[in-house]
């Protein structure tokens, strides 16, 4: 299970809302203090809120501002990731062969591309539906796993330039 600590932001009548922070990967590197993309990381790090499903005696013990941790299973991001990333890439590949194919010797370039062009749309949109039909799937929802006592979240506010 993958964990996230955030911070509850309200609460309804099944489920609560979630703040946590999205930040880069760099956080894990010994040199992120005198690192350039660490440090644009955390200056470009924003808030984002998620709904959380929870039973009502959780709901009980919640209260606004506590720190909680939610979490989603390791192969649920693995396989989504794959697919976010996959899908758009094949269909680009596919799409540029295709074009390739349908221009001939003369001018194959120009479709070769306008085909990429093509797949990479055709690819975007099946991500996007294939998002859609999984909205109502719980195994693709985030789990309240616990509440944290004594451990406050810090969520950093955002510079305002």
């Known amino acids: 299970m993958i964990e ?3 911070r509850v932001v309200a609460l309804d009548e099944s489920g609560i809302w979630v703040e946590t922070v999205q930040r880069s990967g760099c956080h894990g590197c010994a040199a992120k203090s005198g690192c350039g993309t660490g440090l644009l990381g955390d200056f470009w790090a924003k808030a984002s809120q998620v709904r959380v499903s929870a039973a009502p005696e ?3 013990r919640v209260q606004l501002h506590d720190t909680v941790v939610i979490g989603i299973a ?3 991001l693995a396989s989504s990731a ?6 758009p890439l094949v269909t680009l590949v596919l799409g540029a062969l295709a074009g390739q194919a349908l ?5 194959g370039e120009l479709w070769a591309i306008l085909g990429a062009l093509g797949g990479l749309l055709l690819g975007a949109v099946c991500v996007r539906l294939y998002s859609h039909l999984q909205r109502d799937n719980p195994a693709m929802a985030p789990q309240f796993l616990r509440l944290e006592q004594g451990k406050p979240c810090v969520i950093p506010v ?3 330039l």
């Open 4 to 6: 996230e600590r955030g």
């Open 58 to 60: 959780t709901l009980s």
């Open 74 to 76: 390791e192969n649920t």
């Open 82 to 87: 794959l697919l976010v990333y996959l899908v």
């Open 103 to 107: 221009g001939g010797v003369s001018g």
């Open 158 to 160: 955002t510079p305002v």
